[in-house]
C-alpha cells in the first residue's frame, strides 16, 4: 500500500453506529455543521456546473442543500439521484424537496454507499461532499471505484473533503488528535483527496484549495476516461 494512505486517520466504528449516529444528528446538523460546511459545498456544486437534462447522483446528501440545488440545476428533463445511511437525513432532504416542489425530480435512498446498486455508465455526474472521509482506508478505494463504474464514460466526479495535502499545521495536528480520542464528535479525518481519486483511475479536471477554521478542504473535479 502506498506510503501516504498508510498514513490517513482510520475509522473503526460500524455502520450502525454511523447510522445511529446521523440518525440523532440529523435534527441539528443545519444548524451546528451544515451552515459551515454549506460554502465549501456550494463552491463545489459550482465546479460540477450540473446542467439541465443531466442525471446526477448525490452520495451523503445529509440534509439535502446540495440535492436542492442539482435539482434545480438539471431541471425537468433531469434526474437526481441521493444515497444516505440516516433515514432523520433521508427525512429532512425529502421535507426540503417537497416544500420546494422538487421531490419528483429526486429519487433517494437509505442505505451504505460502500456499496451502489445502480447500473454502470449510468450517472453524467456524482458529487460527495464531506463524505468521502467517513468511510474507513481501504473502503475509500472501494467506493470511488463504485463512482468510476456508476458513472457514464467521460463522467464528472465532484469531491469535497478535508484535505490531508500539504504541509500539516496546528490546527490540522489537533484536529487529528481529536479524531482520534473522540472519534464519534469528531467522525470527519482528513484525506489525500487528490490521490485517493487518481489511484481509483480517474483523471483529475480541476483541484481547488480552501480553509476552514485553518483546516485544508479540497475541491476536486475528476473525469472518468472516456474511452472506457
Ligand atoms: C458530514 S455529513 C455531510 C452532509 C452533506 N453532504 C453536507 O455537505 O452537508 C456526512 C453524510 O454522509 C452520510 N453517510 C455516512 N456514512 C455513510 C455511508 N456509509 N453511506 C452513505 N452515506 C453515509 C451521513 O448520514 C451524512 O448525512
Redesign the pocket.
Known sequence: MPKKVEEIGRVRRS?ED??AS?NRM?KW?DAV??SS??K??DAALRKLNAKAGERIL??????G??ILALARAVGDSGRIYG????EG?LEITRSRLRKSGLLERVDLER????SLLYPADFFDAVF????LE??DTAEIQAVLHQCRRVLKPGGRLCV?AMSKEGKSGVMMKLYEWGHKKFPSYL??RPIFVRQAIESAGFEIADMARMTSWGLPIGIAVARKNREE
Open positions: 455502520k454511523a447510522r446521523y440529523s446538523y455543521a451544515g460546511e454549506k465549501f459545498g448525490e452520495i451523503g446528501f445529509g440534509t442543500h446540495g444515497i444516505d445511511i440516516s437525513m442505505g451504505d454507499a460502500s460527495m461532499s464531506f463524505t467517513l468511510f469535497v467522525d470527519c
